[in-house]
């Protein structure tokens, strides 16, 4: 995978939201296309509300000039449930945090050793559809799961990635005036029982694994890099990918 970062300081979030110290990654702009070089930002693990309400300031302050934004991150333990989630497929056990949420789809898990990758992306600017960026996300992740011996898959009526039957990776969008926010979570080295407390992305029995199960030694934390590393490939439209 081809890295094109340079690192510097700066603070985590856009002005006006607060959630402590990171890093922020800007790649080479000598290759800028369509849309410029998004922005990445290492938050290490922060709080998921905190988190929330950022993304929500950012999209709505944003304007056709703000560079898209990457936010690599891990969560303590926590269910989210989206827009179309039923009451059945919430938690059996009540020790996890439940935030109900704005983005699509029913319920999931986020916990440490989850890399996180939101992605904030004016989609007209990049010429993409909702379903273009679903399939980019997927790309990427199928794409550093081949890196690493792996042949992954997506499932029709199903947004994410699967090994096996398994899934590894799940997505969930929220689109406003053209920009998305929320993103993907990528199973790396975690605790995987409490998603046996829920029905996982709302189907029962659905089986879930972690990179770790498949020999794949990076942590969350060198995971999320690498995945955002190859989103923003994606999002410039370099190695012939062509998400509509």
Known sequence: ?????????????????????????????SRMT????????????????????????FTAARSNGTPDELWVLQHPP??????AARAEHFPRRDDIPLERIDRGGQITYHGPGQAV?????????????????????E????????????????????????????????LGLRIRRGCSYHGLAFNADMDLSP????DPCGYPGLAVMQARDLGIADDAATAG?????????LLDGRYGFQAD
């Open 117 to 137: 990758v939101y992605t904030l992306v004016d989609l007209p600017r990049r010429r993409l559809q909702v379903r273009g960026l679903v399939s980019l996300l």
């Open 78 to 83: 926590v269910y989210t449930i989206g827009l």
């Open 34 to 57: 369509l849309g410029g070089p998004a922005v990445l930002r290492d938050l290490g693990i922060a709080d998921y509300r905190t988190t929330y309400a950022a993304m929500q300031q």
């Open 139 to 170: 790309q990427a992740v199928i794409d550093y799961l081949a890196m690493h011996g792996v042949v992954a898959a997506r499932r029709d009526g199903a947004p994410g990635v699967y090994v096996d039957g398994a899934k590894i990776a799940a």
């Open 225 to 233: 890099e690498q995945l955002a590393a190859r989103i923003g490939e």
């Open 195 to 198: 998603f046996a407390a829920i």
């Open 1 to 29: 995978m081809r890295r094109e970062l340079q690192i510097v300081d700066r603070e985590p979030f856009p002005p006006g939201a607060d959630a402590g110290a990171s890093r922020e990654r800007h790649r080479d702009t």
